[in-house]
């Protein structure tokens, strides 16, 4: 059974730092590429950032470029987001994704964790 | 950025009705549309891949269709356990982009 499970969250002040994390099993981690993806609750969703499987490709949100840095360790099975510089518009529920394929282009996203919240607030 | 809308943003239906949602994309994604379903305090569930493809275990009163830029989900005989929010999302290229929601109410 494919289970995904973030942590890292927390009330956090404007402009500090904060470490997700997602621990992956049931599937082989390293075939897969893994996204981020965050909503504000009750609202709507954003992609936040996408890593190939062997890391060679990441892609970000404009919202997000220069201050996140997306990044996994194939040897624990686990997938990670680096977030500076935080805003209170960064305020969020973060889930980390995986898609229905190993296709590096597949952005059908199948799993998902149960997420973990991130409040960015003075 | 590919721009998803969705209509309507809400939606009051009842038990047994047959209800349409539709999202359009503000350039053509070629069929690459899924649709989601969430429910309060749970992550997204797919439903629907590639405009049309039933996703696994999911019932098939759910179905999807459309090409270029609009695409529609439609419930054939709504159950309890349909009422929720429903998300489009292209994954055409990068970035993938949602909709805004359309969240389906008991009448």
């Known amino acids: 059974e494919v289970q995904l499970v973030e942590s890292g969250g927390g009330l956090i002040q404007p402009g500090r730092s904060l470490r997700l994390s997602c621990a992956a099993s049931g599937f082989t981690f390293e075939d897969y590429a893994m996204h981020w993806v965050r909503q504000v609750p009750g609202k709507g969703l954003e992609w936040v950032s996408s890593?190939?499987?062997?890391?060679?490709?990441?892609d970000y949100a404009e919202s997000v470029k220069g201050r996140f840095s997306i990044s996994r360790d194939n040897a624990k099975n686990s997938l990670y987001l680096q977030m500076n510089n935080l805003r209170p518009e960064d305020t969020a529920l973060y889930y980390c994704?995986?898609?229905?394929?190993?296709?590096?282009?597949?952005?059908?996203?199948?799993?998902w964790g149960q997420g973990t919240l991130v409040t960015v607030s003075s | 950025d590919i721009q998803m809308t969705q209509s309507p943003s809400f939606l009051s239906a009842s038990v047994g009705d047959r209800v349409t949602i539709t999202c359009r994309a503000s350039q053509t994604i070629t069929g690459y549309l899924n649709w989601y379903l969430q429910k309060p305090g749970k992550a997204p569930k797919l439903l629907i891949h590639?405009?049309?493809g039933l996703q696994s275990g999911v019932p098939s009163r759910f179905s999807g269709g459309g090409s270029g830029t609009d695409y529609s989900l439609t419930i054939s005989s709504l159950q309890p356990e349909d009422f929720a929010t429903y998300f489009c999302q292209h994954s055409h290229g990068n970035p993938p982009t949602f909709g805004q929601g359309t969240r389906l109410e008991i009448k």
């Open positions: 994704a995986r898609p229905r394929s190993n296709s590096p282009y597949d952005k059908n996203f199948l799993y």
């Open positions: 590639d405009a049309s």
């Open positions: 890593l190939s499987g062997d890391s060679g490709r990441l």
